[in-house]
């Protein structure tokens, strides 16, 4: 999953937004959503819900993450993206929030992601996160925005983080240049 977020994210993303087809921190994320669902090995294993509003997440991570992604009965990974390029974005929040859920793995939590179609309610059909679940953080902002001049120290500093160096993440970095083209890595 890691390679094939990080192939979307310095192709496809950074060709839509060099043609200046991405306006907002939605449209970003419907760009991963479109080229993850236009991946038929991906969707063989993986099923994605986006903004997940379901009450334990919100509040157990203070936010409604982007994504998350399920295999079977697991949460295996949960996106966060920020969409700022033309200011220095604000990171601690969200990365403090991924970490939250991140801590819960192994854990008995249980989370609703499904609706029943019946009735609009939450379904029974429950998720616990994964032990080797990824975290996602998609960004793009000025170049020296201290949210990507040093990605290890935004994760592993984070004192609400439990044994940091097992941590599974992936940065997914849109670096803006004034008067340079950017770079996506």
Not at 135 to 151: C, F, Q
Request: aromatic share 10%.
């Amino acid at each position: 999953m890691k390679d094939l977020l990080q192939s979307i994210w310095k192709k496809q993303i950074k060709a839509e937004y060099d043609k200046g087809n991405i306006c907002s921190e939605s449209h970003l994320q419907a760009e991963i959503f479109h080229h993850l669902r236009c991946n038929d090995k991906f969707c063989q294993t993986y099923r994605i819900f986006v903004e997940p509003r379901e009450p334990h997440i919100h509040q157990k991570m203070g936010i409604i993450p982007d994504m998350v992604i399920i295999r079977e009965s697991k949460i295996v990974a949960a996106i966060e993206l920020k969409y700022v390029p033309n200011a220095y974005a604000k990171f601690k929040k969200d990365i403090r929030s991924l970490l939250n859920l991140y801590n819960l793995r192994g854990s008995e939590q249980t989370f609703s992601l499904k609706t029943n179609p019946k009735n609009g309610n939450w379904s029974d059909e429950r998720f616990t996160i994964a032990e080797d679940a990824l975290l996602v953080y998609g960004i793009i902002t000025k170049s020296l925005s201290a949210a990507i001049t040093n990605p290890e120290s935004i994760w592993l500093a984070e004192p609400s983080i439990k044994n940091a160096e097992t941590v599974n993440y992936l940065q997914l970095v849109g670096s803006i240049n004034k008067g340079s083209e950017s770079e996506f890595y």
